[in-house]
Antibody
Framework: EVQLVQSGAEVKKPGESLKISCQGSGYTFTRYWIAWVRQMPGKGLEWMGIIYPADGDTTYSPSFQGLVTISADKSINTAHLQWSSLKASDTAMYYC????????????WGKGTTVTVSS | DIQMTQSPSSLSASVGDRVTITCRASENVNNYLNWYQQRPGKAPKLLIYAASSLQSGVPSRFSGSGSGTDFTLTISDLQPEDFAIFYCHQTHTTPYTFGQGTKLEIK
């Protein structure tokens, strides 16, 4: 079964750093892109960026460029999303999803990681 | 960025009804348009990709159409489990932008 397993919920203070993860299984991890999507409380979906684990090729949405870092460790079939200094406005649910480059769609999603940033 | 506008933002319907949700792109996205369903507290689920291709395992009462800038998602014979929020998503040009969502509620 193709799965993306995301790391658990996080509660952090403003200014702290954070790295969340998304581990793929049931398929060849390096053959598919991984996308990250944000959903702030009660709001819609926002596309953050995408990475190709085979070579680390990454594209960010301008809205998130410089605010987060997307990376991947193909040796452990895992993609990461990280912040160096969290803000309260980073409070959201973060989803990773497998992105098929052929028809360009996200066919398998992780369950999401809730990030709460509060003093 | 390409702006995606869905209409309506919300609608009420009954079990057995047929509903249509539209999505308009601010510029041509060819057929790089996907539809997702999100139930409360759950991750989004792919319904339709490439404007009209039904994702494996998705019931045939879901269908998509359109090309260019105007797209529709149609759900025929609504079932109780269909009530959710639906999003269109263009993947023609980065950043790949979503519509604002359409909330489908039970009448």
């Amino acid at each position: 079964e193709v799965q993306l397993v995301q790391s658990g919920a996080e509660v952090k203070k403003p200014g702290e750093s954070l790295k969340i993860s998304c581990q793929g299984s049931g398929y060849t991890f390096t053959r598919y892109w991984i996308a990250w999507v944000r959903q702030m409380p009660g709001k819609g979906l926002e596309w953050m960026g995408i990475i190709y684990p085979a070579d680390g090729d990454t594209t960010y949405s301008p809205s998130f460029q410089g605010l987060v870092t997307i990376s991947a460790d193909k040796s452990i079939n895992t993609a990461h999303l990280q912040w160096s200094s969290l803000k309260a406005s980073d409070t959201a649910m973060y989803y990773c999803a497998r992105f098929l480059g052929t028809d360009r769609h996200m066919d398998v999603w992780g369950k999401g990681t809730t990030v709460t940033v509060s003093s | 960025d390409i702006q995606m506008t869905q209409s309506p933002s919300s609608l009420s319907a009954s079990v057995g009804d047929r509903v249509t949700i539209t999505c308009r792109a601010s510029e041509n996205v060819n057929n790089y348009l996907n539809w997702y369903q999100q139930r409360p507290g759950k991750a989004p689920k792919l319904l339709i990709y490439a404007a009209s291709s039904l994702q494996s395992g998705v019931p045939s009462r879901f269908s998509g159409s359109g090309s260019g800038t105007d797209f529709t998602l149609t759900i025929s014979d609504l079932q109780p489990e269909d009530f959710a929020i639906f999003y269109c998503h263009q993947t023609h040009t980065t950043p790949y932008t979503f519509g604002q969502g359409t909330k489908l509620e039970i009448k």
